[in-house]
Nanobody
Framework: QVQVVESGGGLVQPGGSLRLSCAAS????????MGWYRQAPGTARDLIAT???????NYAGSVKGRFTISRDNAKNTVYLQMNSLKVSDTAVYYC????????????????WGQGTQVTVSS
């Protein structure tokens, strides 16, 4: 069994900061990519940041320069530091973890967090 639990959402004023965390636990052999998506009401879920096991990162243009993704491999945890938040950043944020539960498994399997609400409003 693998569990992925997010935390850190909330209400913040425009220009403020929040830090999201996402921890994977359970029977995990290896973790590959970890990332963050977000979904605003009435829109599709969009990828905003990814970090690979070697530390390589990638960002959507809408958050580049304001958000920073990082990970702690010992804790199987990924973080999203969000600075200079805008009203348009309001959404439910989901993390994903691509992992293997056994060494013999050929493919990486994607697990999702439950989502955490981020609201940016004055």
């Amino acid at each position: 069994q693998v569990q992925v639990v997010e935390s850190g959402g909330g209400l913040v004023q425009p220009g403020g900061s929040l830090r999201l965390s996402c921890a994977a636990s359970g029977s995990i052999f290896s973790v590959n990519a970890m990332g963050w998506y977000r979904q605003a009401p009435g829109t599709a879920r969009d990828l905003i940041a990814t970090i690979w096991s070697d530390g390589t990162t990638n960002y959507a243009g809408s958050v580049k320069g304001r958000f920073t993704i990082s990970r702690d491999n010992a804790k199987n945890t990924v973080y999203l530091q969000m600075n200079s938040l805008k009203v348009s950043d309001t959404a439910v944020y989901y993390c994903n973890v691509d992992l293997k539960v056994e060494p013999s498994t050929r493919n990486w399997y994607r697990y999702w967090g439950q989502g955490t609400q981020v609201t940016v409003s004055s």
